[in-house]
């Protein structure tokens, strides 16, 4: 009755997507973490980033690599300027401003590429001299394998960069308490503008990767959407629950539409069932499976 | 230390008036912190104490007047650059980064000694960063050392009793190589045994470390017995400054302290603290 060849294949894609949503997620909790602000435009830096290397390789006719190093440069002026220019001004303004801007940023960089690229998704000139490999008779395109081990990477970065490097121990002590942070010489602006530039940069690389896949267009900005119930589920503050969520999301997602097209028929589950698990974490675990509770102590 | 030994104060603070909205925190409040010295400030909840401290580690820039550090005024510094030149400061509610151990608390107060910034801290195995991290590592060792909380040195801090998160939050701020050191209430909450503990660091950071330090305490016992010198506040008014013995000798402190029965209450604006009387039976 059940196909677990069929299923099996589902669970490895979503566990490679589940992956690239890990990452993303990790680059939003890095926001949340440093200056508790959520970013709606989180969706639309794996889309600029996924335009810019497109045009750099089409236009410009870059090799894969050096396009692919000059994008993380772009992304990180890009997260730099996108803080000092936009969000540094908001810094102490209401939560409830700073996320109205990041939603407006949103709609404006979707437009902007929009404006520029046009409204088609364009696919990216091939990369790899074969699109699929076959994993222990599991068919996976290359890019999703090349996507898989630049996700374990980024993570290994991440768990360095915060337990062992100066700037992650600054990041976290921001985290905790800015006066504090400050009182021991860490520039709390410089944390704030630090994380963006990360979280740009880590995001595009995710843009890079589903664009090769599937081709660059606004749907990419989806992706944007789609970490809220990796997040969530993680807890908004935890850099290894973000990684978790974004597995399970991943999974969820394709074990849903396995489910679906085999036996309910029901459609459209692959994009419905991550939210309505969603709902179902907000109902039970509020604070997700690592995040903090919130204790106020008067 | 000795490098830079000229006479003069550590610290000065220079008429400062803090106000917030309508309510003085504090009104033409002068003193001088002299190098080597352990300086306290004392005075009834609500004085402007912790305010003064603010003051002085960038927190809050004083309304008037001004703070001067080394002959230096530092009244515009940023906080975050006053850690860097030297002025380092516990919190009088206890301020550990929760979630890390012991010993990333303390690395974080090493954080504007640390040159190892992103790209050479990834290549720390090949160039000089390991051998940076490991003279920072025998410094802050030598803390832990010293403040005896080897045992829990990769405990996480959240989770530590109440004197012992005192200590290691005293570790983070020593581990900047302050010349000057800010303890808002050290002994805050603490047992008999735990304070005497504190005193004697306190003492030895000042004498063995030479960290000059400027301090809050209620504990009157304490204040006597390690300060070398007291200003006392009262409705954010200096009324009075010098050797403890001389200080609550002084009537203006008596009457702040033991709050005599016929004291009518004065508005600080209306009469200037050196004119205050009892006026009425």
């Not at chain 1, 677990?4 to 894609?13: E, H, K």
């Not at chain 1, 980024?154 to 960069?161: D, H, L, V």
């Not at chain 2, 030598?142 to 290691?168: C, M, N, T, W």
Request: hydrophobic share 50%; glycine share 10%.
């Amino acid at each position: 009755m059940v196909d677990w060849f069929q299923l099996s294949q589902f669970v490895l894609n979503g566990l490679i997507v589940g992956a690239l949503y890990g990452v993303v997620a990790m680059s939003f909790v890095l926001i949340y973490k440093a200056s508790q602000v959520v970013n709606f435009a989180q969706g639309e830096f794996l889309l600029v980033g996924a335009w810019v290397c497109w045009w750099l390789l089409t236009d410009w006719q870059l090799p894969f690599w050096l396009g692919f190093l000059f994008t993380l440069a772009f992304m990180t002026a890009f997260g730099l300027i996108l803080q000092v220019v936009v969000l540094r001004p908001l810094i102490g303004e209401p939560v409830i401003s700073v996320i109205m801007a990041t939603i407006g940023l949103g709609i404006f960089f979707q437009a902007l590429m929009k404006w520029i690229f046009g409204v088609f998704a364009k696919p990216f000139p091939p990369i790899f001299p074969v699109e699929r490999v076959n994993v222990l008779g599991l068919e996976v395109q290359t890019a999703y394998l090349l996507s898989l081990v630049i996700s374990i990477l980024i993570m290994a970065g991440f768990a360095w960069f915060f337990t062992a490097s100066k700037h992650g121990l600054a990041m976290r002590a921001t985290a905790f308490d800015q006066q504090v942070a400050q009182s021991l010489g860490i520039s709390v602006p410089k944390v704030f503008a630090m994380s963006w530039a990360i979280s740009a940069v880590v995001s595009s690389v995710a843009g890079v990767v589903v664009g090769v896949v599937n081709g660059v267009s606004s749907a990419l900005s989806f992706y944007g959407i789609k970490v809220f119930p990796a997040v969530i589920l993680g807890g908004l503050d935890s850099v290894l629950g973000a990684v978790l969520g974004g597995l399970i999301v991943g999974v969820l997602e394709n074990v849903a539409q396995y489910v679906d097209s085999e036996f309910l028929q029901w459609g459209n589950m692959y994009t419905i069932a991550p939210f309505y698990a969603l709902i179902l974490i907000l109902l039970i675990k509020p604070y997700g499976l690592f995040g903090t509770r919130n204790i106020e102590r008067v | 230390m000795a490098g830079e030994a000229e006479d003069g104060p550590v610290l000065e603070a220079v008429g400062v008036s803090l106000r917030f909205g309508g309510v003085r925190a504090l009104t033409d409040v002068s003193f001088r912190v002299n190098r080597g010295e352990v300086f306290s400030i004392i005075g009834p909840n609500g004085a402007g104490k912790t305010s003064m401290v603010n003051c002085v580690s960038g927190r809050y820039r004083p309304t008037e007047g001004g703070i001067r550090f080394e002959g230096r005024d530092i009244t515009r510094v940023p906080t975050r650059k006053r850690a860097a030149i030297g002025i380092g400061r516990t919190f009088q509610n206890l301020a550990l980064f929760g979630h890390m151990t012991v010993l990333e608390n303390i690395m974080v107060g090493r954080h504007h000694l640390l040159r190892r910034g992103f790209g050479p801290g990834m290549l720390w195995w090949i160039g000089g960063a390991r051998r940076e991290e490991i003279a920072h590592r025998r410094e802050v060792e030598e803390i832990i050392d010293f403040l005896e909380i080897q045992h829990v040195r990769k405990a996480v801090a959240g989770q530590l009793s109440y004197g012992l998160r005192k200590r290691v939050e005293l570790a983070r701020a020593m581990a900047l190589k302050p010349k000057l050191i800010l303890l808002d209430e050290p002994m805050a909450g603490m047992n008999l045994e735990e304070k005497e503990d504190m005193a004697r660091f306190i003492i030895d950071l000042n004498e063995e470390w030479g960290m000059t330090v400027l301090m809050i305490e209620h504990d009157m016992g304490v204040v006597m017995d390690i300060s070398h010198r007291v200003v006392v506040l009262d409705f954010g008014r200096k009324i009075a400054e010098g050797r403890p013995e001389e200080v609550m000798a002084d009537p203006h402190v008596r009457r702040a302290y033991l709050g005599e029965a016929d004291e009518v209450v004065q508005e600080p604006d209306e009469a200037p603290a050196e004119t205050m009387e009892p006026t009425a039976p």
